[in-house]
């Protein structure tokens, strides 16, 4: 196999360079520095209005529940936002979803359906909606959408934010706070780090969440595990079929296989795949990316991508090439679901 690789644009080589200073630091983040201060400046003036009672969060007749980090890109908010959906729906709790919806056409709120196209609705909400079997809404405004969805489900007992921890417009009763193994990068505030807000925990309730085997900064929290589910077809996907182990595992003797993963952090998935035996070639995308057109080589005898794109790619457009979705779980552990269960008493006591 003899691929082609598309060649990083400047701008694409520039952000690359970037983002490695944000874990150590550097001369490109330093030169940054002035603006991070404007930033930093803005974002104090934003806090001061709202401690000031100058603007004040909007009011919801359910809990919300915000899911979201201070480091900007994969921090594995969408696997928590899972898995705290599969608690809720064990214990019985009708829960939905509000998000943004990052890389949508359009601003608008909209409620998602299962015929909605990740152009329309982003590629994260629907896969929530898709995989966590949970009524979701977009919009930038995050209050607007919430309003919405609940007005369409109104049998709901409380909302989950898929980010938002900055949308202080927003209401929260309680914050899930989630690192991955970057913690707090070099420390500083975007442009020159990646901090979205200086790191100090929020005034209402929260938990502390690591996509990660072990703390990757001095807060107290948990640790999870993060891992394969196993892989179905494209099509079987579509079709709300299962992963599979055994699907997964057959694929370790693929002659010719493709690896895409248009994710924050391909390396993590394809290092995934490589701890399962794979060794497929490696085919990194742009986080978000939208494809008009099949994002691996013409000559892929097989192909494996991530549920966030295949959202993104209906089995059409995958021709007659064989392609198979991995799935990723996060379990967030016993404990994390013993703090859970007793702050979902008290939400909603």
């Known amino acids: 196999m003899s691929p082609s690789p598309r060649r ?3 701008a694409e080589r520039l952000s690359a360079r970037l983002q490695r200073e944000w874990l150590t630091g550097g001369p490109l983040s330093a030169a940054l520095l002035p603006l991070s201060g404007v930033y930093c400046l803005l974002l104090g003036l934003r806090r001061a209005a709202y401690a000031l009672g100058l603007k004040r969060p909007a009011a919801l007749p359910v809990p919300v529940i915000v899911v979201g980090n201070w480091i900007v890109g994969g921090a594995g908010k969408t696997p928590t936002t899972l898995a705290v959906l599969q608690q809720l729906r064990a214990r019985g709790l009708r829960a939905g979803v509000v998000s943004r919806g990052y890389g949508r056409e359009g601003d608008e709120v909209r409620l998602v359906s299962t015929q909605s196209s990740a152009r329309e609705v982003g590629d994260e909400p629907l896969l929530l909606h898709l995989r966590g079997r949970v009524p979701v809404a977009v919009g930038r405004d995050r209050v607007a959408a919430a309003q919405a ?6 049998e709901l007992q409380l909302l989950i934010s898929d980010d938002g921890l900055q949308h ?8 899930l706070l989630v690192f991955d193994e970057r913690g707090l990068g070099n420390g500083r505030l975007l442009p020159a780090g990646p901090l979205r807000e200086p790191p100090r925990l929020p005034a209402n309730p929260a938990l502390v ?26 099509a079987g996907w579509w079709a709300g079929e299962p992963p599979t182990l055994e699907a997964l595992r057959a ?26 035996g794979l060794q497929p070639l490696e085919c990194p995308q742009p986080d978000h ?22 959202v993104k790619l209906p089995p059409a457009l995958a021709a007659s090439t064989p392609v198979w979705v991995v799935a990723l779980d996060f379990a967030p552990g016993a404990a994390f679901e013993a703090a859970l269960d007793q702050q979902l008493q008290r939400l909603l006591a």
């Open 209 to 234: 969440v690591y996509n990660h085997r072990e703390p990757s900064t001095a807060l107290a929290g948990f640790t999870g595990r993060r891992q394969l589910a196993g892989a179905v077809s494209l």
């Open 289 to 310: 990316a939208a494809y008009e057109r099949a994002p691996w080589p013409a000559d892929a005898q097989a192909v494996v991508l991530t549920e966030k794109d295949a």
């Open 251 to 276: 694929l370790r003797q693929q002659p010719g296989l493709v690896a895409v993963a248009g994710i924050a952090q391909p390396q993590r998935f394809f290092d995934m795949l490589r701890e399962q």
């Open 8 to 10: 990083p644009t400047l």
């Open 149 to 154: 969805l609940l007005a369409a489900h109104p």
């Open 168 to 175: 202080w417009r927003l209401p929260r009763a309680l914050s």
